[in-house]
């Protein structure tokens, strides 16, 4: 935004420059340009991508069209069957372990989801009004000492731990943003 000095400028008709009319043609002129560089960048966009569609369709066009036999249409058909019988059995099979593992974790009294050694200090499930929260304490790995004078480190995951968070999943970070 352009800095407005104190006195007023006049112009060659005398009339002042820094007025409200002169503020609207400066406004006026900045939309103007706008308007040109994004048609201009539109435009632009909308070309190449149809010179991308064309050079990628061009090897279909050029091709020599052959015709399909029965025999051709029959192979397709039993390689998208065995297809989709595969993957139909790894989906089944990835729901069965999945519920496996529900039910082997609803047995096992639905502890925290943790990587680490921990203790339960406080159990919310067992409390006069129950939730679905857990206070538990990391036990430090082998040779790590800590110093229980220092606060503590508080984590609250919403999800108590269950499905994808900030649970102590893993030990090390998959990747560093």
């Not at 002169?22 to 149809?50: I, N």
Request: proline letters at 8%; glycine letters at 8%.
């Amino acid at each position: 935004m352009p800095r407005v000095e104190a006195g007023t400028k006049r112009g060659n008709n005398g009339a002042n420059s820094n007025g409200p009319e002169a503020r609207l043609t400066q406004v006026a002129r900045a939309q103007a340009k706008f308007t040109e560089v994004y048609q201009e960048r539109c435009t632009g966009a909308v070309q190449r991508y149809v010179d991308a569609v064309k050079a990628a369709n061009e090897p279909l066009l050029e091709g020599a069209a052959r015709p399909v036999t029965p025999f051709d249409f029959w192979r397709d058909a039993s390689d998208y069957w065995l297809d989709f019988t595969q993957r139909s059995i790894l989906y089944w099979d990835t729901l069965r372990q999945r519920g496996n593992n529900w039910i082997e974790h609803e047995k096992a009294g639905k502890p925290p989801l943790l990587d680490f050694d921990w203790e339960m200090i406080a159990d919310a499930r067992t409390f006069e009004r129950p939730a679905n929260y857990a206070l538990v304490r990391i036990l430090p790995p082998e040779g790590i000492k800590t110093d229980a004078g220092r606060r503590p480190f508080v984590v609250i995951d919403p999800r108590a731990g269950h499905g994808p968070g900030i649970g102590g999943f893993k030990q090390e970070p998959t990747s560093r943003s």
